[in-house]
């Protein structure tokens, strides 16, 4: 698979473009995840016109229309970044983004928990950045996280499936809108779903088998926006071992029973969070090449992002 290209806030990338000329570098994504992600830089302040180094600045006022004023002086910046947010949005429509990266507790640019201040420089609460607010408004299925978040292992694993899943759907479907693509993504699919939202396979399902001759782009659109939908819901454990156990019920005429037994007490204990998930993955596919099964060897639950990533790693 050729890189996915992701935005990014630019400081994450260790350019100097802060409010104090200093930088916010994060390895994992310059060293780790660019190997896979080719990161489209975004830094609200200087492309709207803000230097370096610069005043810095907070959200003031109404938590759902907050304002970007600077800290000591009190100028308002906001009508400046909406402007500009505007213009490059329209810009990014043409990336084919499949994602975002933002830097948290950023006016401009944080997604969650972005301190809120009152008129009297008193904390009055949270909001989101503006330029997060306005990118997640104009994109609002496409895989967006905080580069903070990312040390969570489940919500690491969570963005970067659903930035893998995307771009596989724009390549697979995207690019060829039919019913018959739209019907084999869904069945390569089914199983990466049933961990995330079990009755989201039946309900695109329906969007697929229903995507026939004039309706087909319309289908392709609806399914892209409920797959991602689907997908965004964090897997549980619980519906991990729900998967596995279905997975283990195709084995039941090729297998013997010390096999079956192995492959039931390794999904047991990865239920009781003993082992990785990883481990009773890779005995799956162990057996696998030994007896092949077409459906379970093409699903993408097996492989939904590079093994290389160690996703799956931690118990």
Known sequence: ????????????????????????????????????????PVCPEVECGLGVPRESMRLVGNPDNPRLMTRVTKQDHTERMLRWAERRLRELADEGLCGFIFKSDSPS??????????????????????????????????????????HNPDLRENFIERVFALKRFRDEVGLNPTASSLMAFHARNKLLL?????????????????????????????????????????????RHVNTLQHMLGYF????????????????EAYGREL????????????????????????????????IELKLRNHA
Not at 118 to 138: D, I, Q, Y
Not at 197 to 224: C, F, H, N, T
């Open 109 to 150: 640019s944080g997604l969650f928990r972005v301190r809120l201040y009152n008129e009297k420089g008193m904390p009055a609460g949270h909001s989101v950045g503006l330029w997060a607010r306005a990118f997640t408004t104009a994109f609002p299925r496409l895989p967006v996280e905080e580069e903070g978040r990312l």
């Open 194 to 238: 049933m961990a995330h939202e079990p009755q989201a396979v039946a309900e695109l399902g329906r969007i697929a088998s229903g995507a026939g001759g004039r309706k087909a782009r319309d289908a392709v659109a609806r399914y892209e926006a409920r797959f991602l939908e689907a997908l965004a819901v964090l897997a549980t454990v619980r």
């Open 275 to 306: 082992l990785p998930l990883i481990v009773p993955i890779t005995l799956f596919r162990h057996h696998l090449r030994r007896h092949p099964i077409p459906w379970l060897s093409n699903q993408t639950y097996l492989d939904p992002h590079p």
């Open 252 to 267: 039941r005429d090729v297998l013997n029973d010390g096999d079956r037994r192995e492959l039931l007490e390794t999904i």
């Open 1 to 40: 698979m050729e890189k996915i290209k992701i935005g990014i806030s630019t400081c994450l990338l260790g350019e100097p473009v802060r409010y104090d000329g200093g930088h916010k570098r994060d390895r994992y994504l310059t060293d780790t995840l660019g190997r896979y992600f080719t990161y489209v």
